[in-house]
Every structure is written in C-alpha cells, then in structure tokens.
C-alpha cells in the first residue's frame, strides 16, 4: 500500500515533463533487475508450458493497464486518478466470488456500493474546456484500467500459487516491458526531461518501488484471498491524495472530495471486515 502510494505520486511528477511509454517501460525494467536475479538464483526451473503462457498473457495485460494508468495520470489529477483505479478491488472481489469461490457477505457489498458511488462524484466534470474533458479522459481511462486490471489479479494468483512464483513473476515482467517497447519506442513520442540524471533517479526509485510494491502484493495473493489482500493493498490512494495536497497543490471540487473519501473508506472497510 505504501509503495504504491509514494510510486503513484512519483509517476505523476514525471509524467508532467516525460513521455507515459518511456516512464513505465524504462521505471518497470530498472524495478525487475532484483527478481531476475532472485528468480535465477532461487527458482531455477523453467515453468510449465500452461504456467509459461498464463503469465505471458498477465504479464500482456499488466503491461496495458500501467500504460493506461500513467496516461490517466498525465491528463488529470492524481488524486482524482488514484481512488478511481482503485476501484480494480471492485472488480478483483467481485471476480473472487464468481471464479474463485470466495464468499462476500453483506457488509463487504454495502462497501463496494460506497465505492461505486464514490467513483461516481469524483467522475462529475463540467465539460466547459479542454482541461475538464481532459480531466474527465483521464478518469475513464483510469476506470477502464481499474476493470481490466481488477480481473488479471485473477491471473496473477493463480501465478502466485503455482511451484514457480518468482520464475512466473518474472515471465510476467518481461511480457510487460515487451508489450511496452514498440509503444515507447514509436516515432513522435519524444522524451521532454529536463533533468535527466534527476529523471533517472527519479525513474529507478519509481520503478523500485512500484515493482516491489506489486511483487509484495503478488506475495500476499500467494498466501492469502483475492478478497482480503486486494483492498488493503489498493488503499494506497490515502497516500497518494495527501502528497498531491501537499506537494503538486492539486485542489478539486467539493462533490469529488466527497466521493475520494467514500472511495478510501470503502476500500478500507473492505479491507478491516475481509
């Protein structure tokens, strides 16, 4: 939760001056080069077929959804963007209880019909200008990020629980970044970096700390229910909306300070009753 609150919030003032498909192909390869190590060294054996193309495929959809989430997070503001592809939970407790066997209970319900509804105000915008109909792609953006990527968790602990872990994992990672590099080595799409040693300095401890952060989460799917690890760990916006306060000074209306904190609180209530 924490990593990937401060990486949320990190990517968001990169991707103010940088390219979104360079920011997530060259923060995610700096972030693996630790698991490739691990996985050579602790996971020696190459996965199944059926394992190698399940994580191929995750690894095709992670690689899409974080693409789609950083351009979210360059058109609008990341403390409406956060809590709205938070809401991946939704989806991945939703997916639980159908495909996995989980059981919901009314309580858990009543919070996903608080996040819903949060998701609702913050997505209010007066289309008057080019900012708000930026503002309100960004949001849709992010909400289709948040449903895909909601069910590829689904993917992922199935991953997560076969003798492989960390090779699948792996695999996963390198399907992402390959998914990402035509995107980001297409022509026209120029990096704007000022700084660039600071950019990359930037970029690794972004790619460290979003690439830890997810491979923890992996770790908890692999011990623990889609349900109960899911929340807590998209409870990262809290942290995200209060570095944007802080540092970025982004300011938004009344209506979608409301739904931003039915979208936390939902998530935690998910997270305290799971």
């Known amino acids: 939760m924490l990593g990937f609150g401060v990486a949320d919030y990190l990517a ?30 602790y996971d020696r054996m190459f996965p199944s077929v059926a394992l190698f193309s399940l994580a191929l495929f995750s690894g095709l959809i992670s690689g899409a959804v974080l693409c789609g989430y950083y351009g979210a997070l360059s058109l609008g503001k990341a403390s409406l963007v956060a809590p709205v592809f938070s809401c991946l939970t939704v989806v991945a407790v939703a997916l639980s209880f159908l495909v996995l066997g989980e059981t919901l209970t009314d309580l858990q319900l009543s919070a996903i019909t608080i996040v ?35 069910a590829n968790l689904i993917l992922q602990k199935w991953i997560a629980e076969s003798g492989h872990y960390l090779m699948g994992f792996l695999i996963t990672r390198i399907s992402s970044a390959a998914f990402m590099t035509p995107l980001a080595l297409a022509p026209g799409r120029e990096t704007r970096l000022v700084e660039v040693s600071q950019s990359w300095l930037k970029l690794a401890l972004l790619g460290l700390l979003d690439v830890s952060a997810f491979f923890a989460w992996y770790l908890g799917l692999r011990v623990g229910l889609v349900s109960i690890v899911t929340p807590i760990a998209t409870s990262s916006p809290a942290v995200t909306v209060v570095l944007a306060h802080l540092f970025l000074k982004e300011r938004v209306r009344l209506h979608q300070r409301i739904g931003i904190v039915a979208i936390i609180s939902g998530i935690v209530l998910l997270s305290a009753i799971s």
């Open 116 to 150: 819903f509804l949060g998701v609702v105000l913050v997505a209010l915008e007066r289309n008057t200008g080019g900012a708000e109909r930026s503002r309100t792609l960004s949001l849709l953006l992010a909400l289709s990020a948040a449903v895909i990527g909601g």
């Open 12 to 41: 968001k003032t990169l991707l103010t001056k940088a390219n979104v498909f360079r920011t997530a192909l060259i923060s995610q390869g700096i972030g693996s080069l630790l698991f490739v190590v691990a996985a050579f060294a």
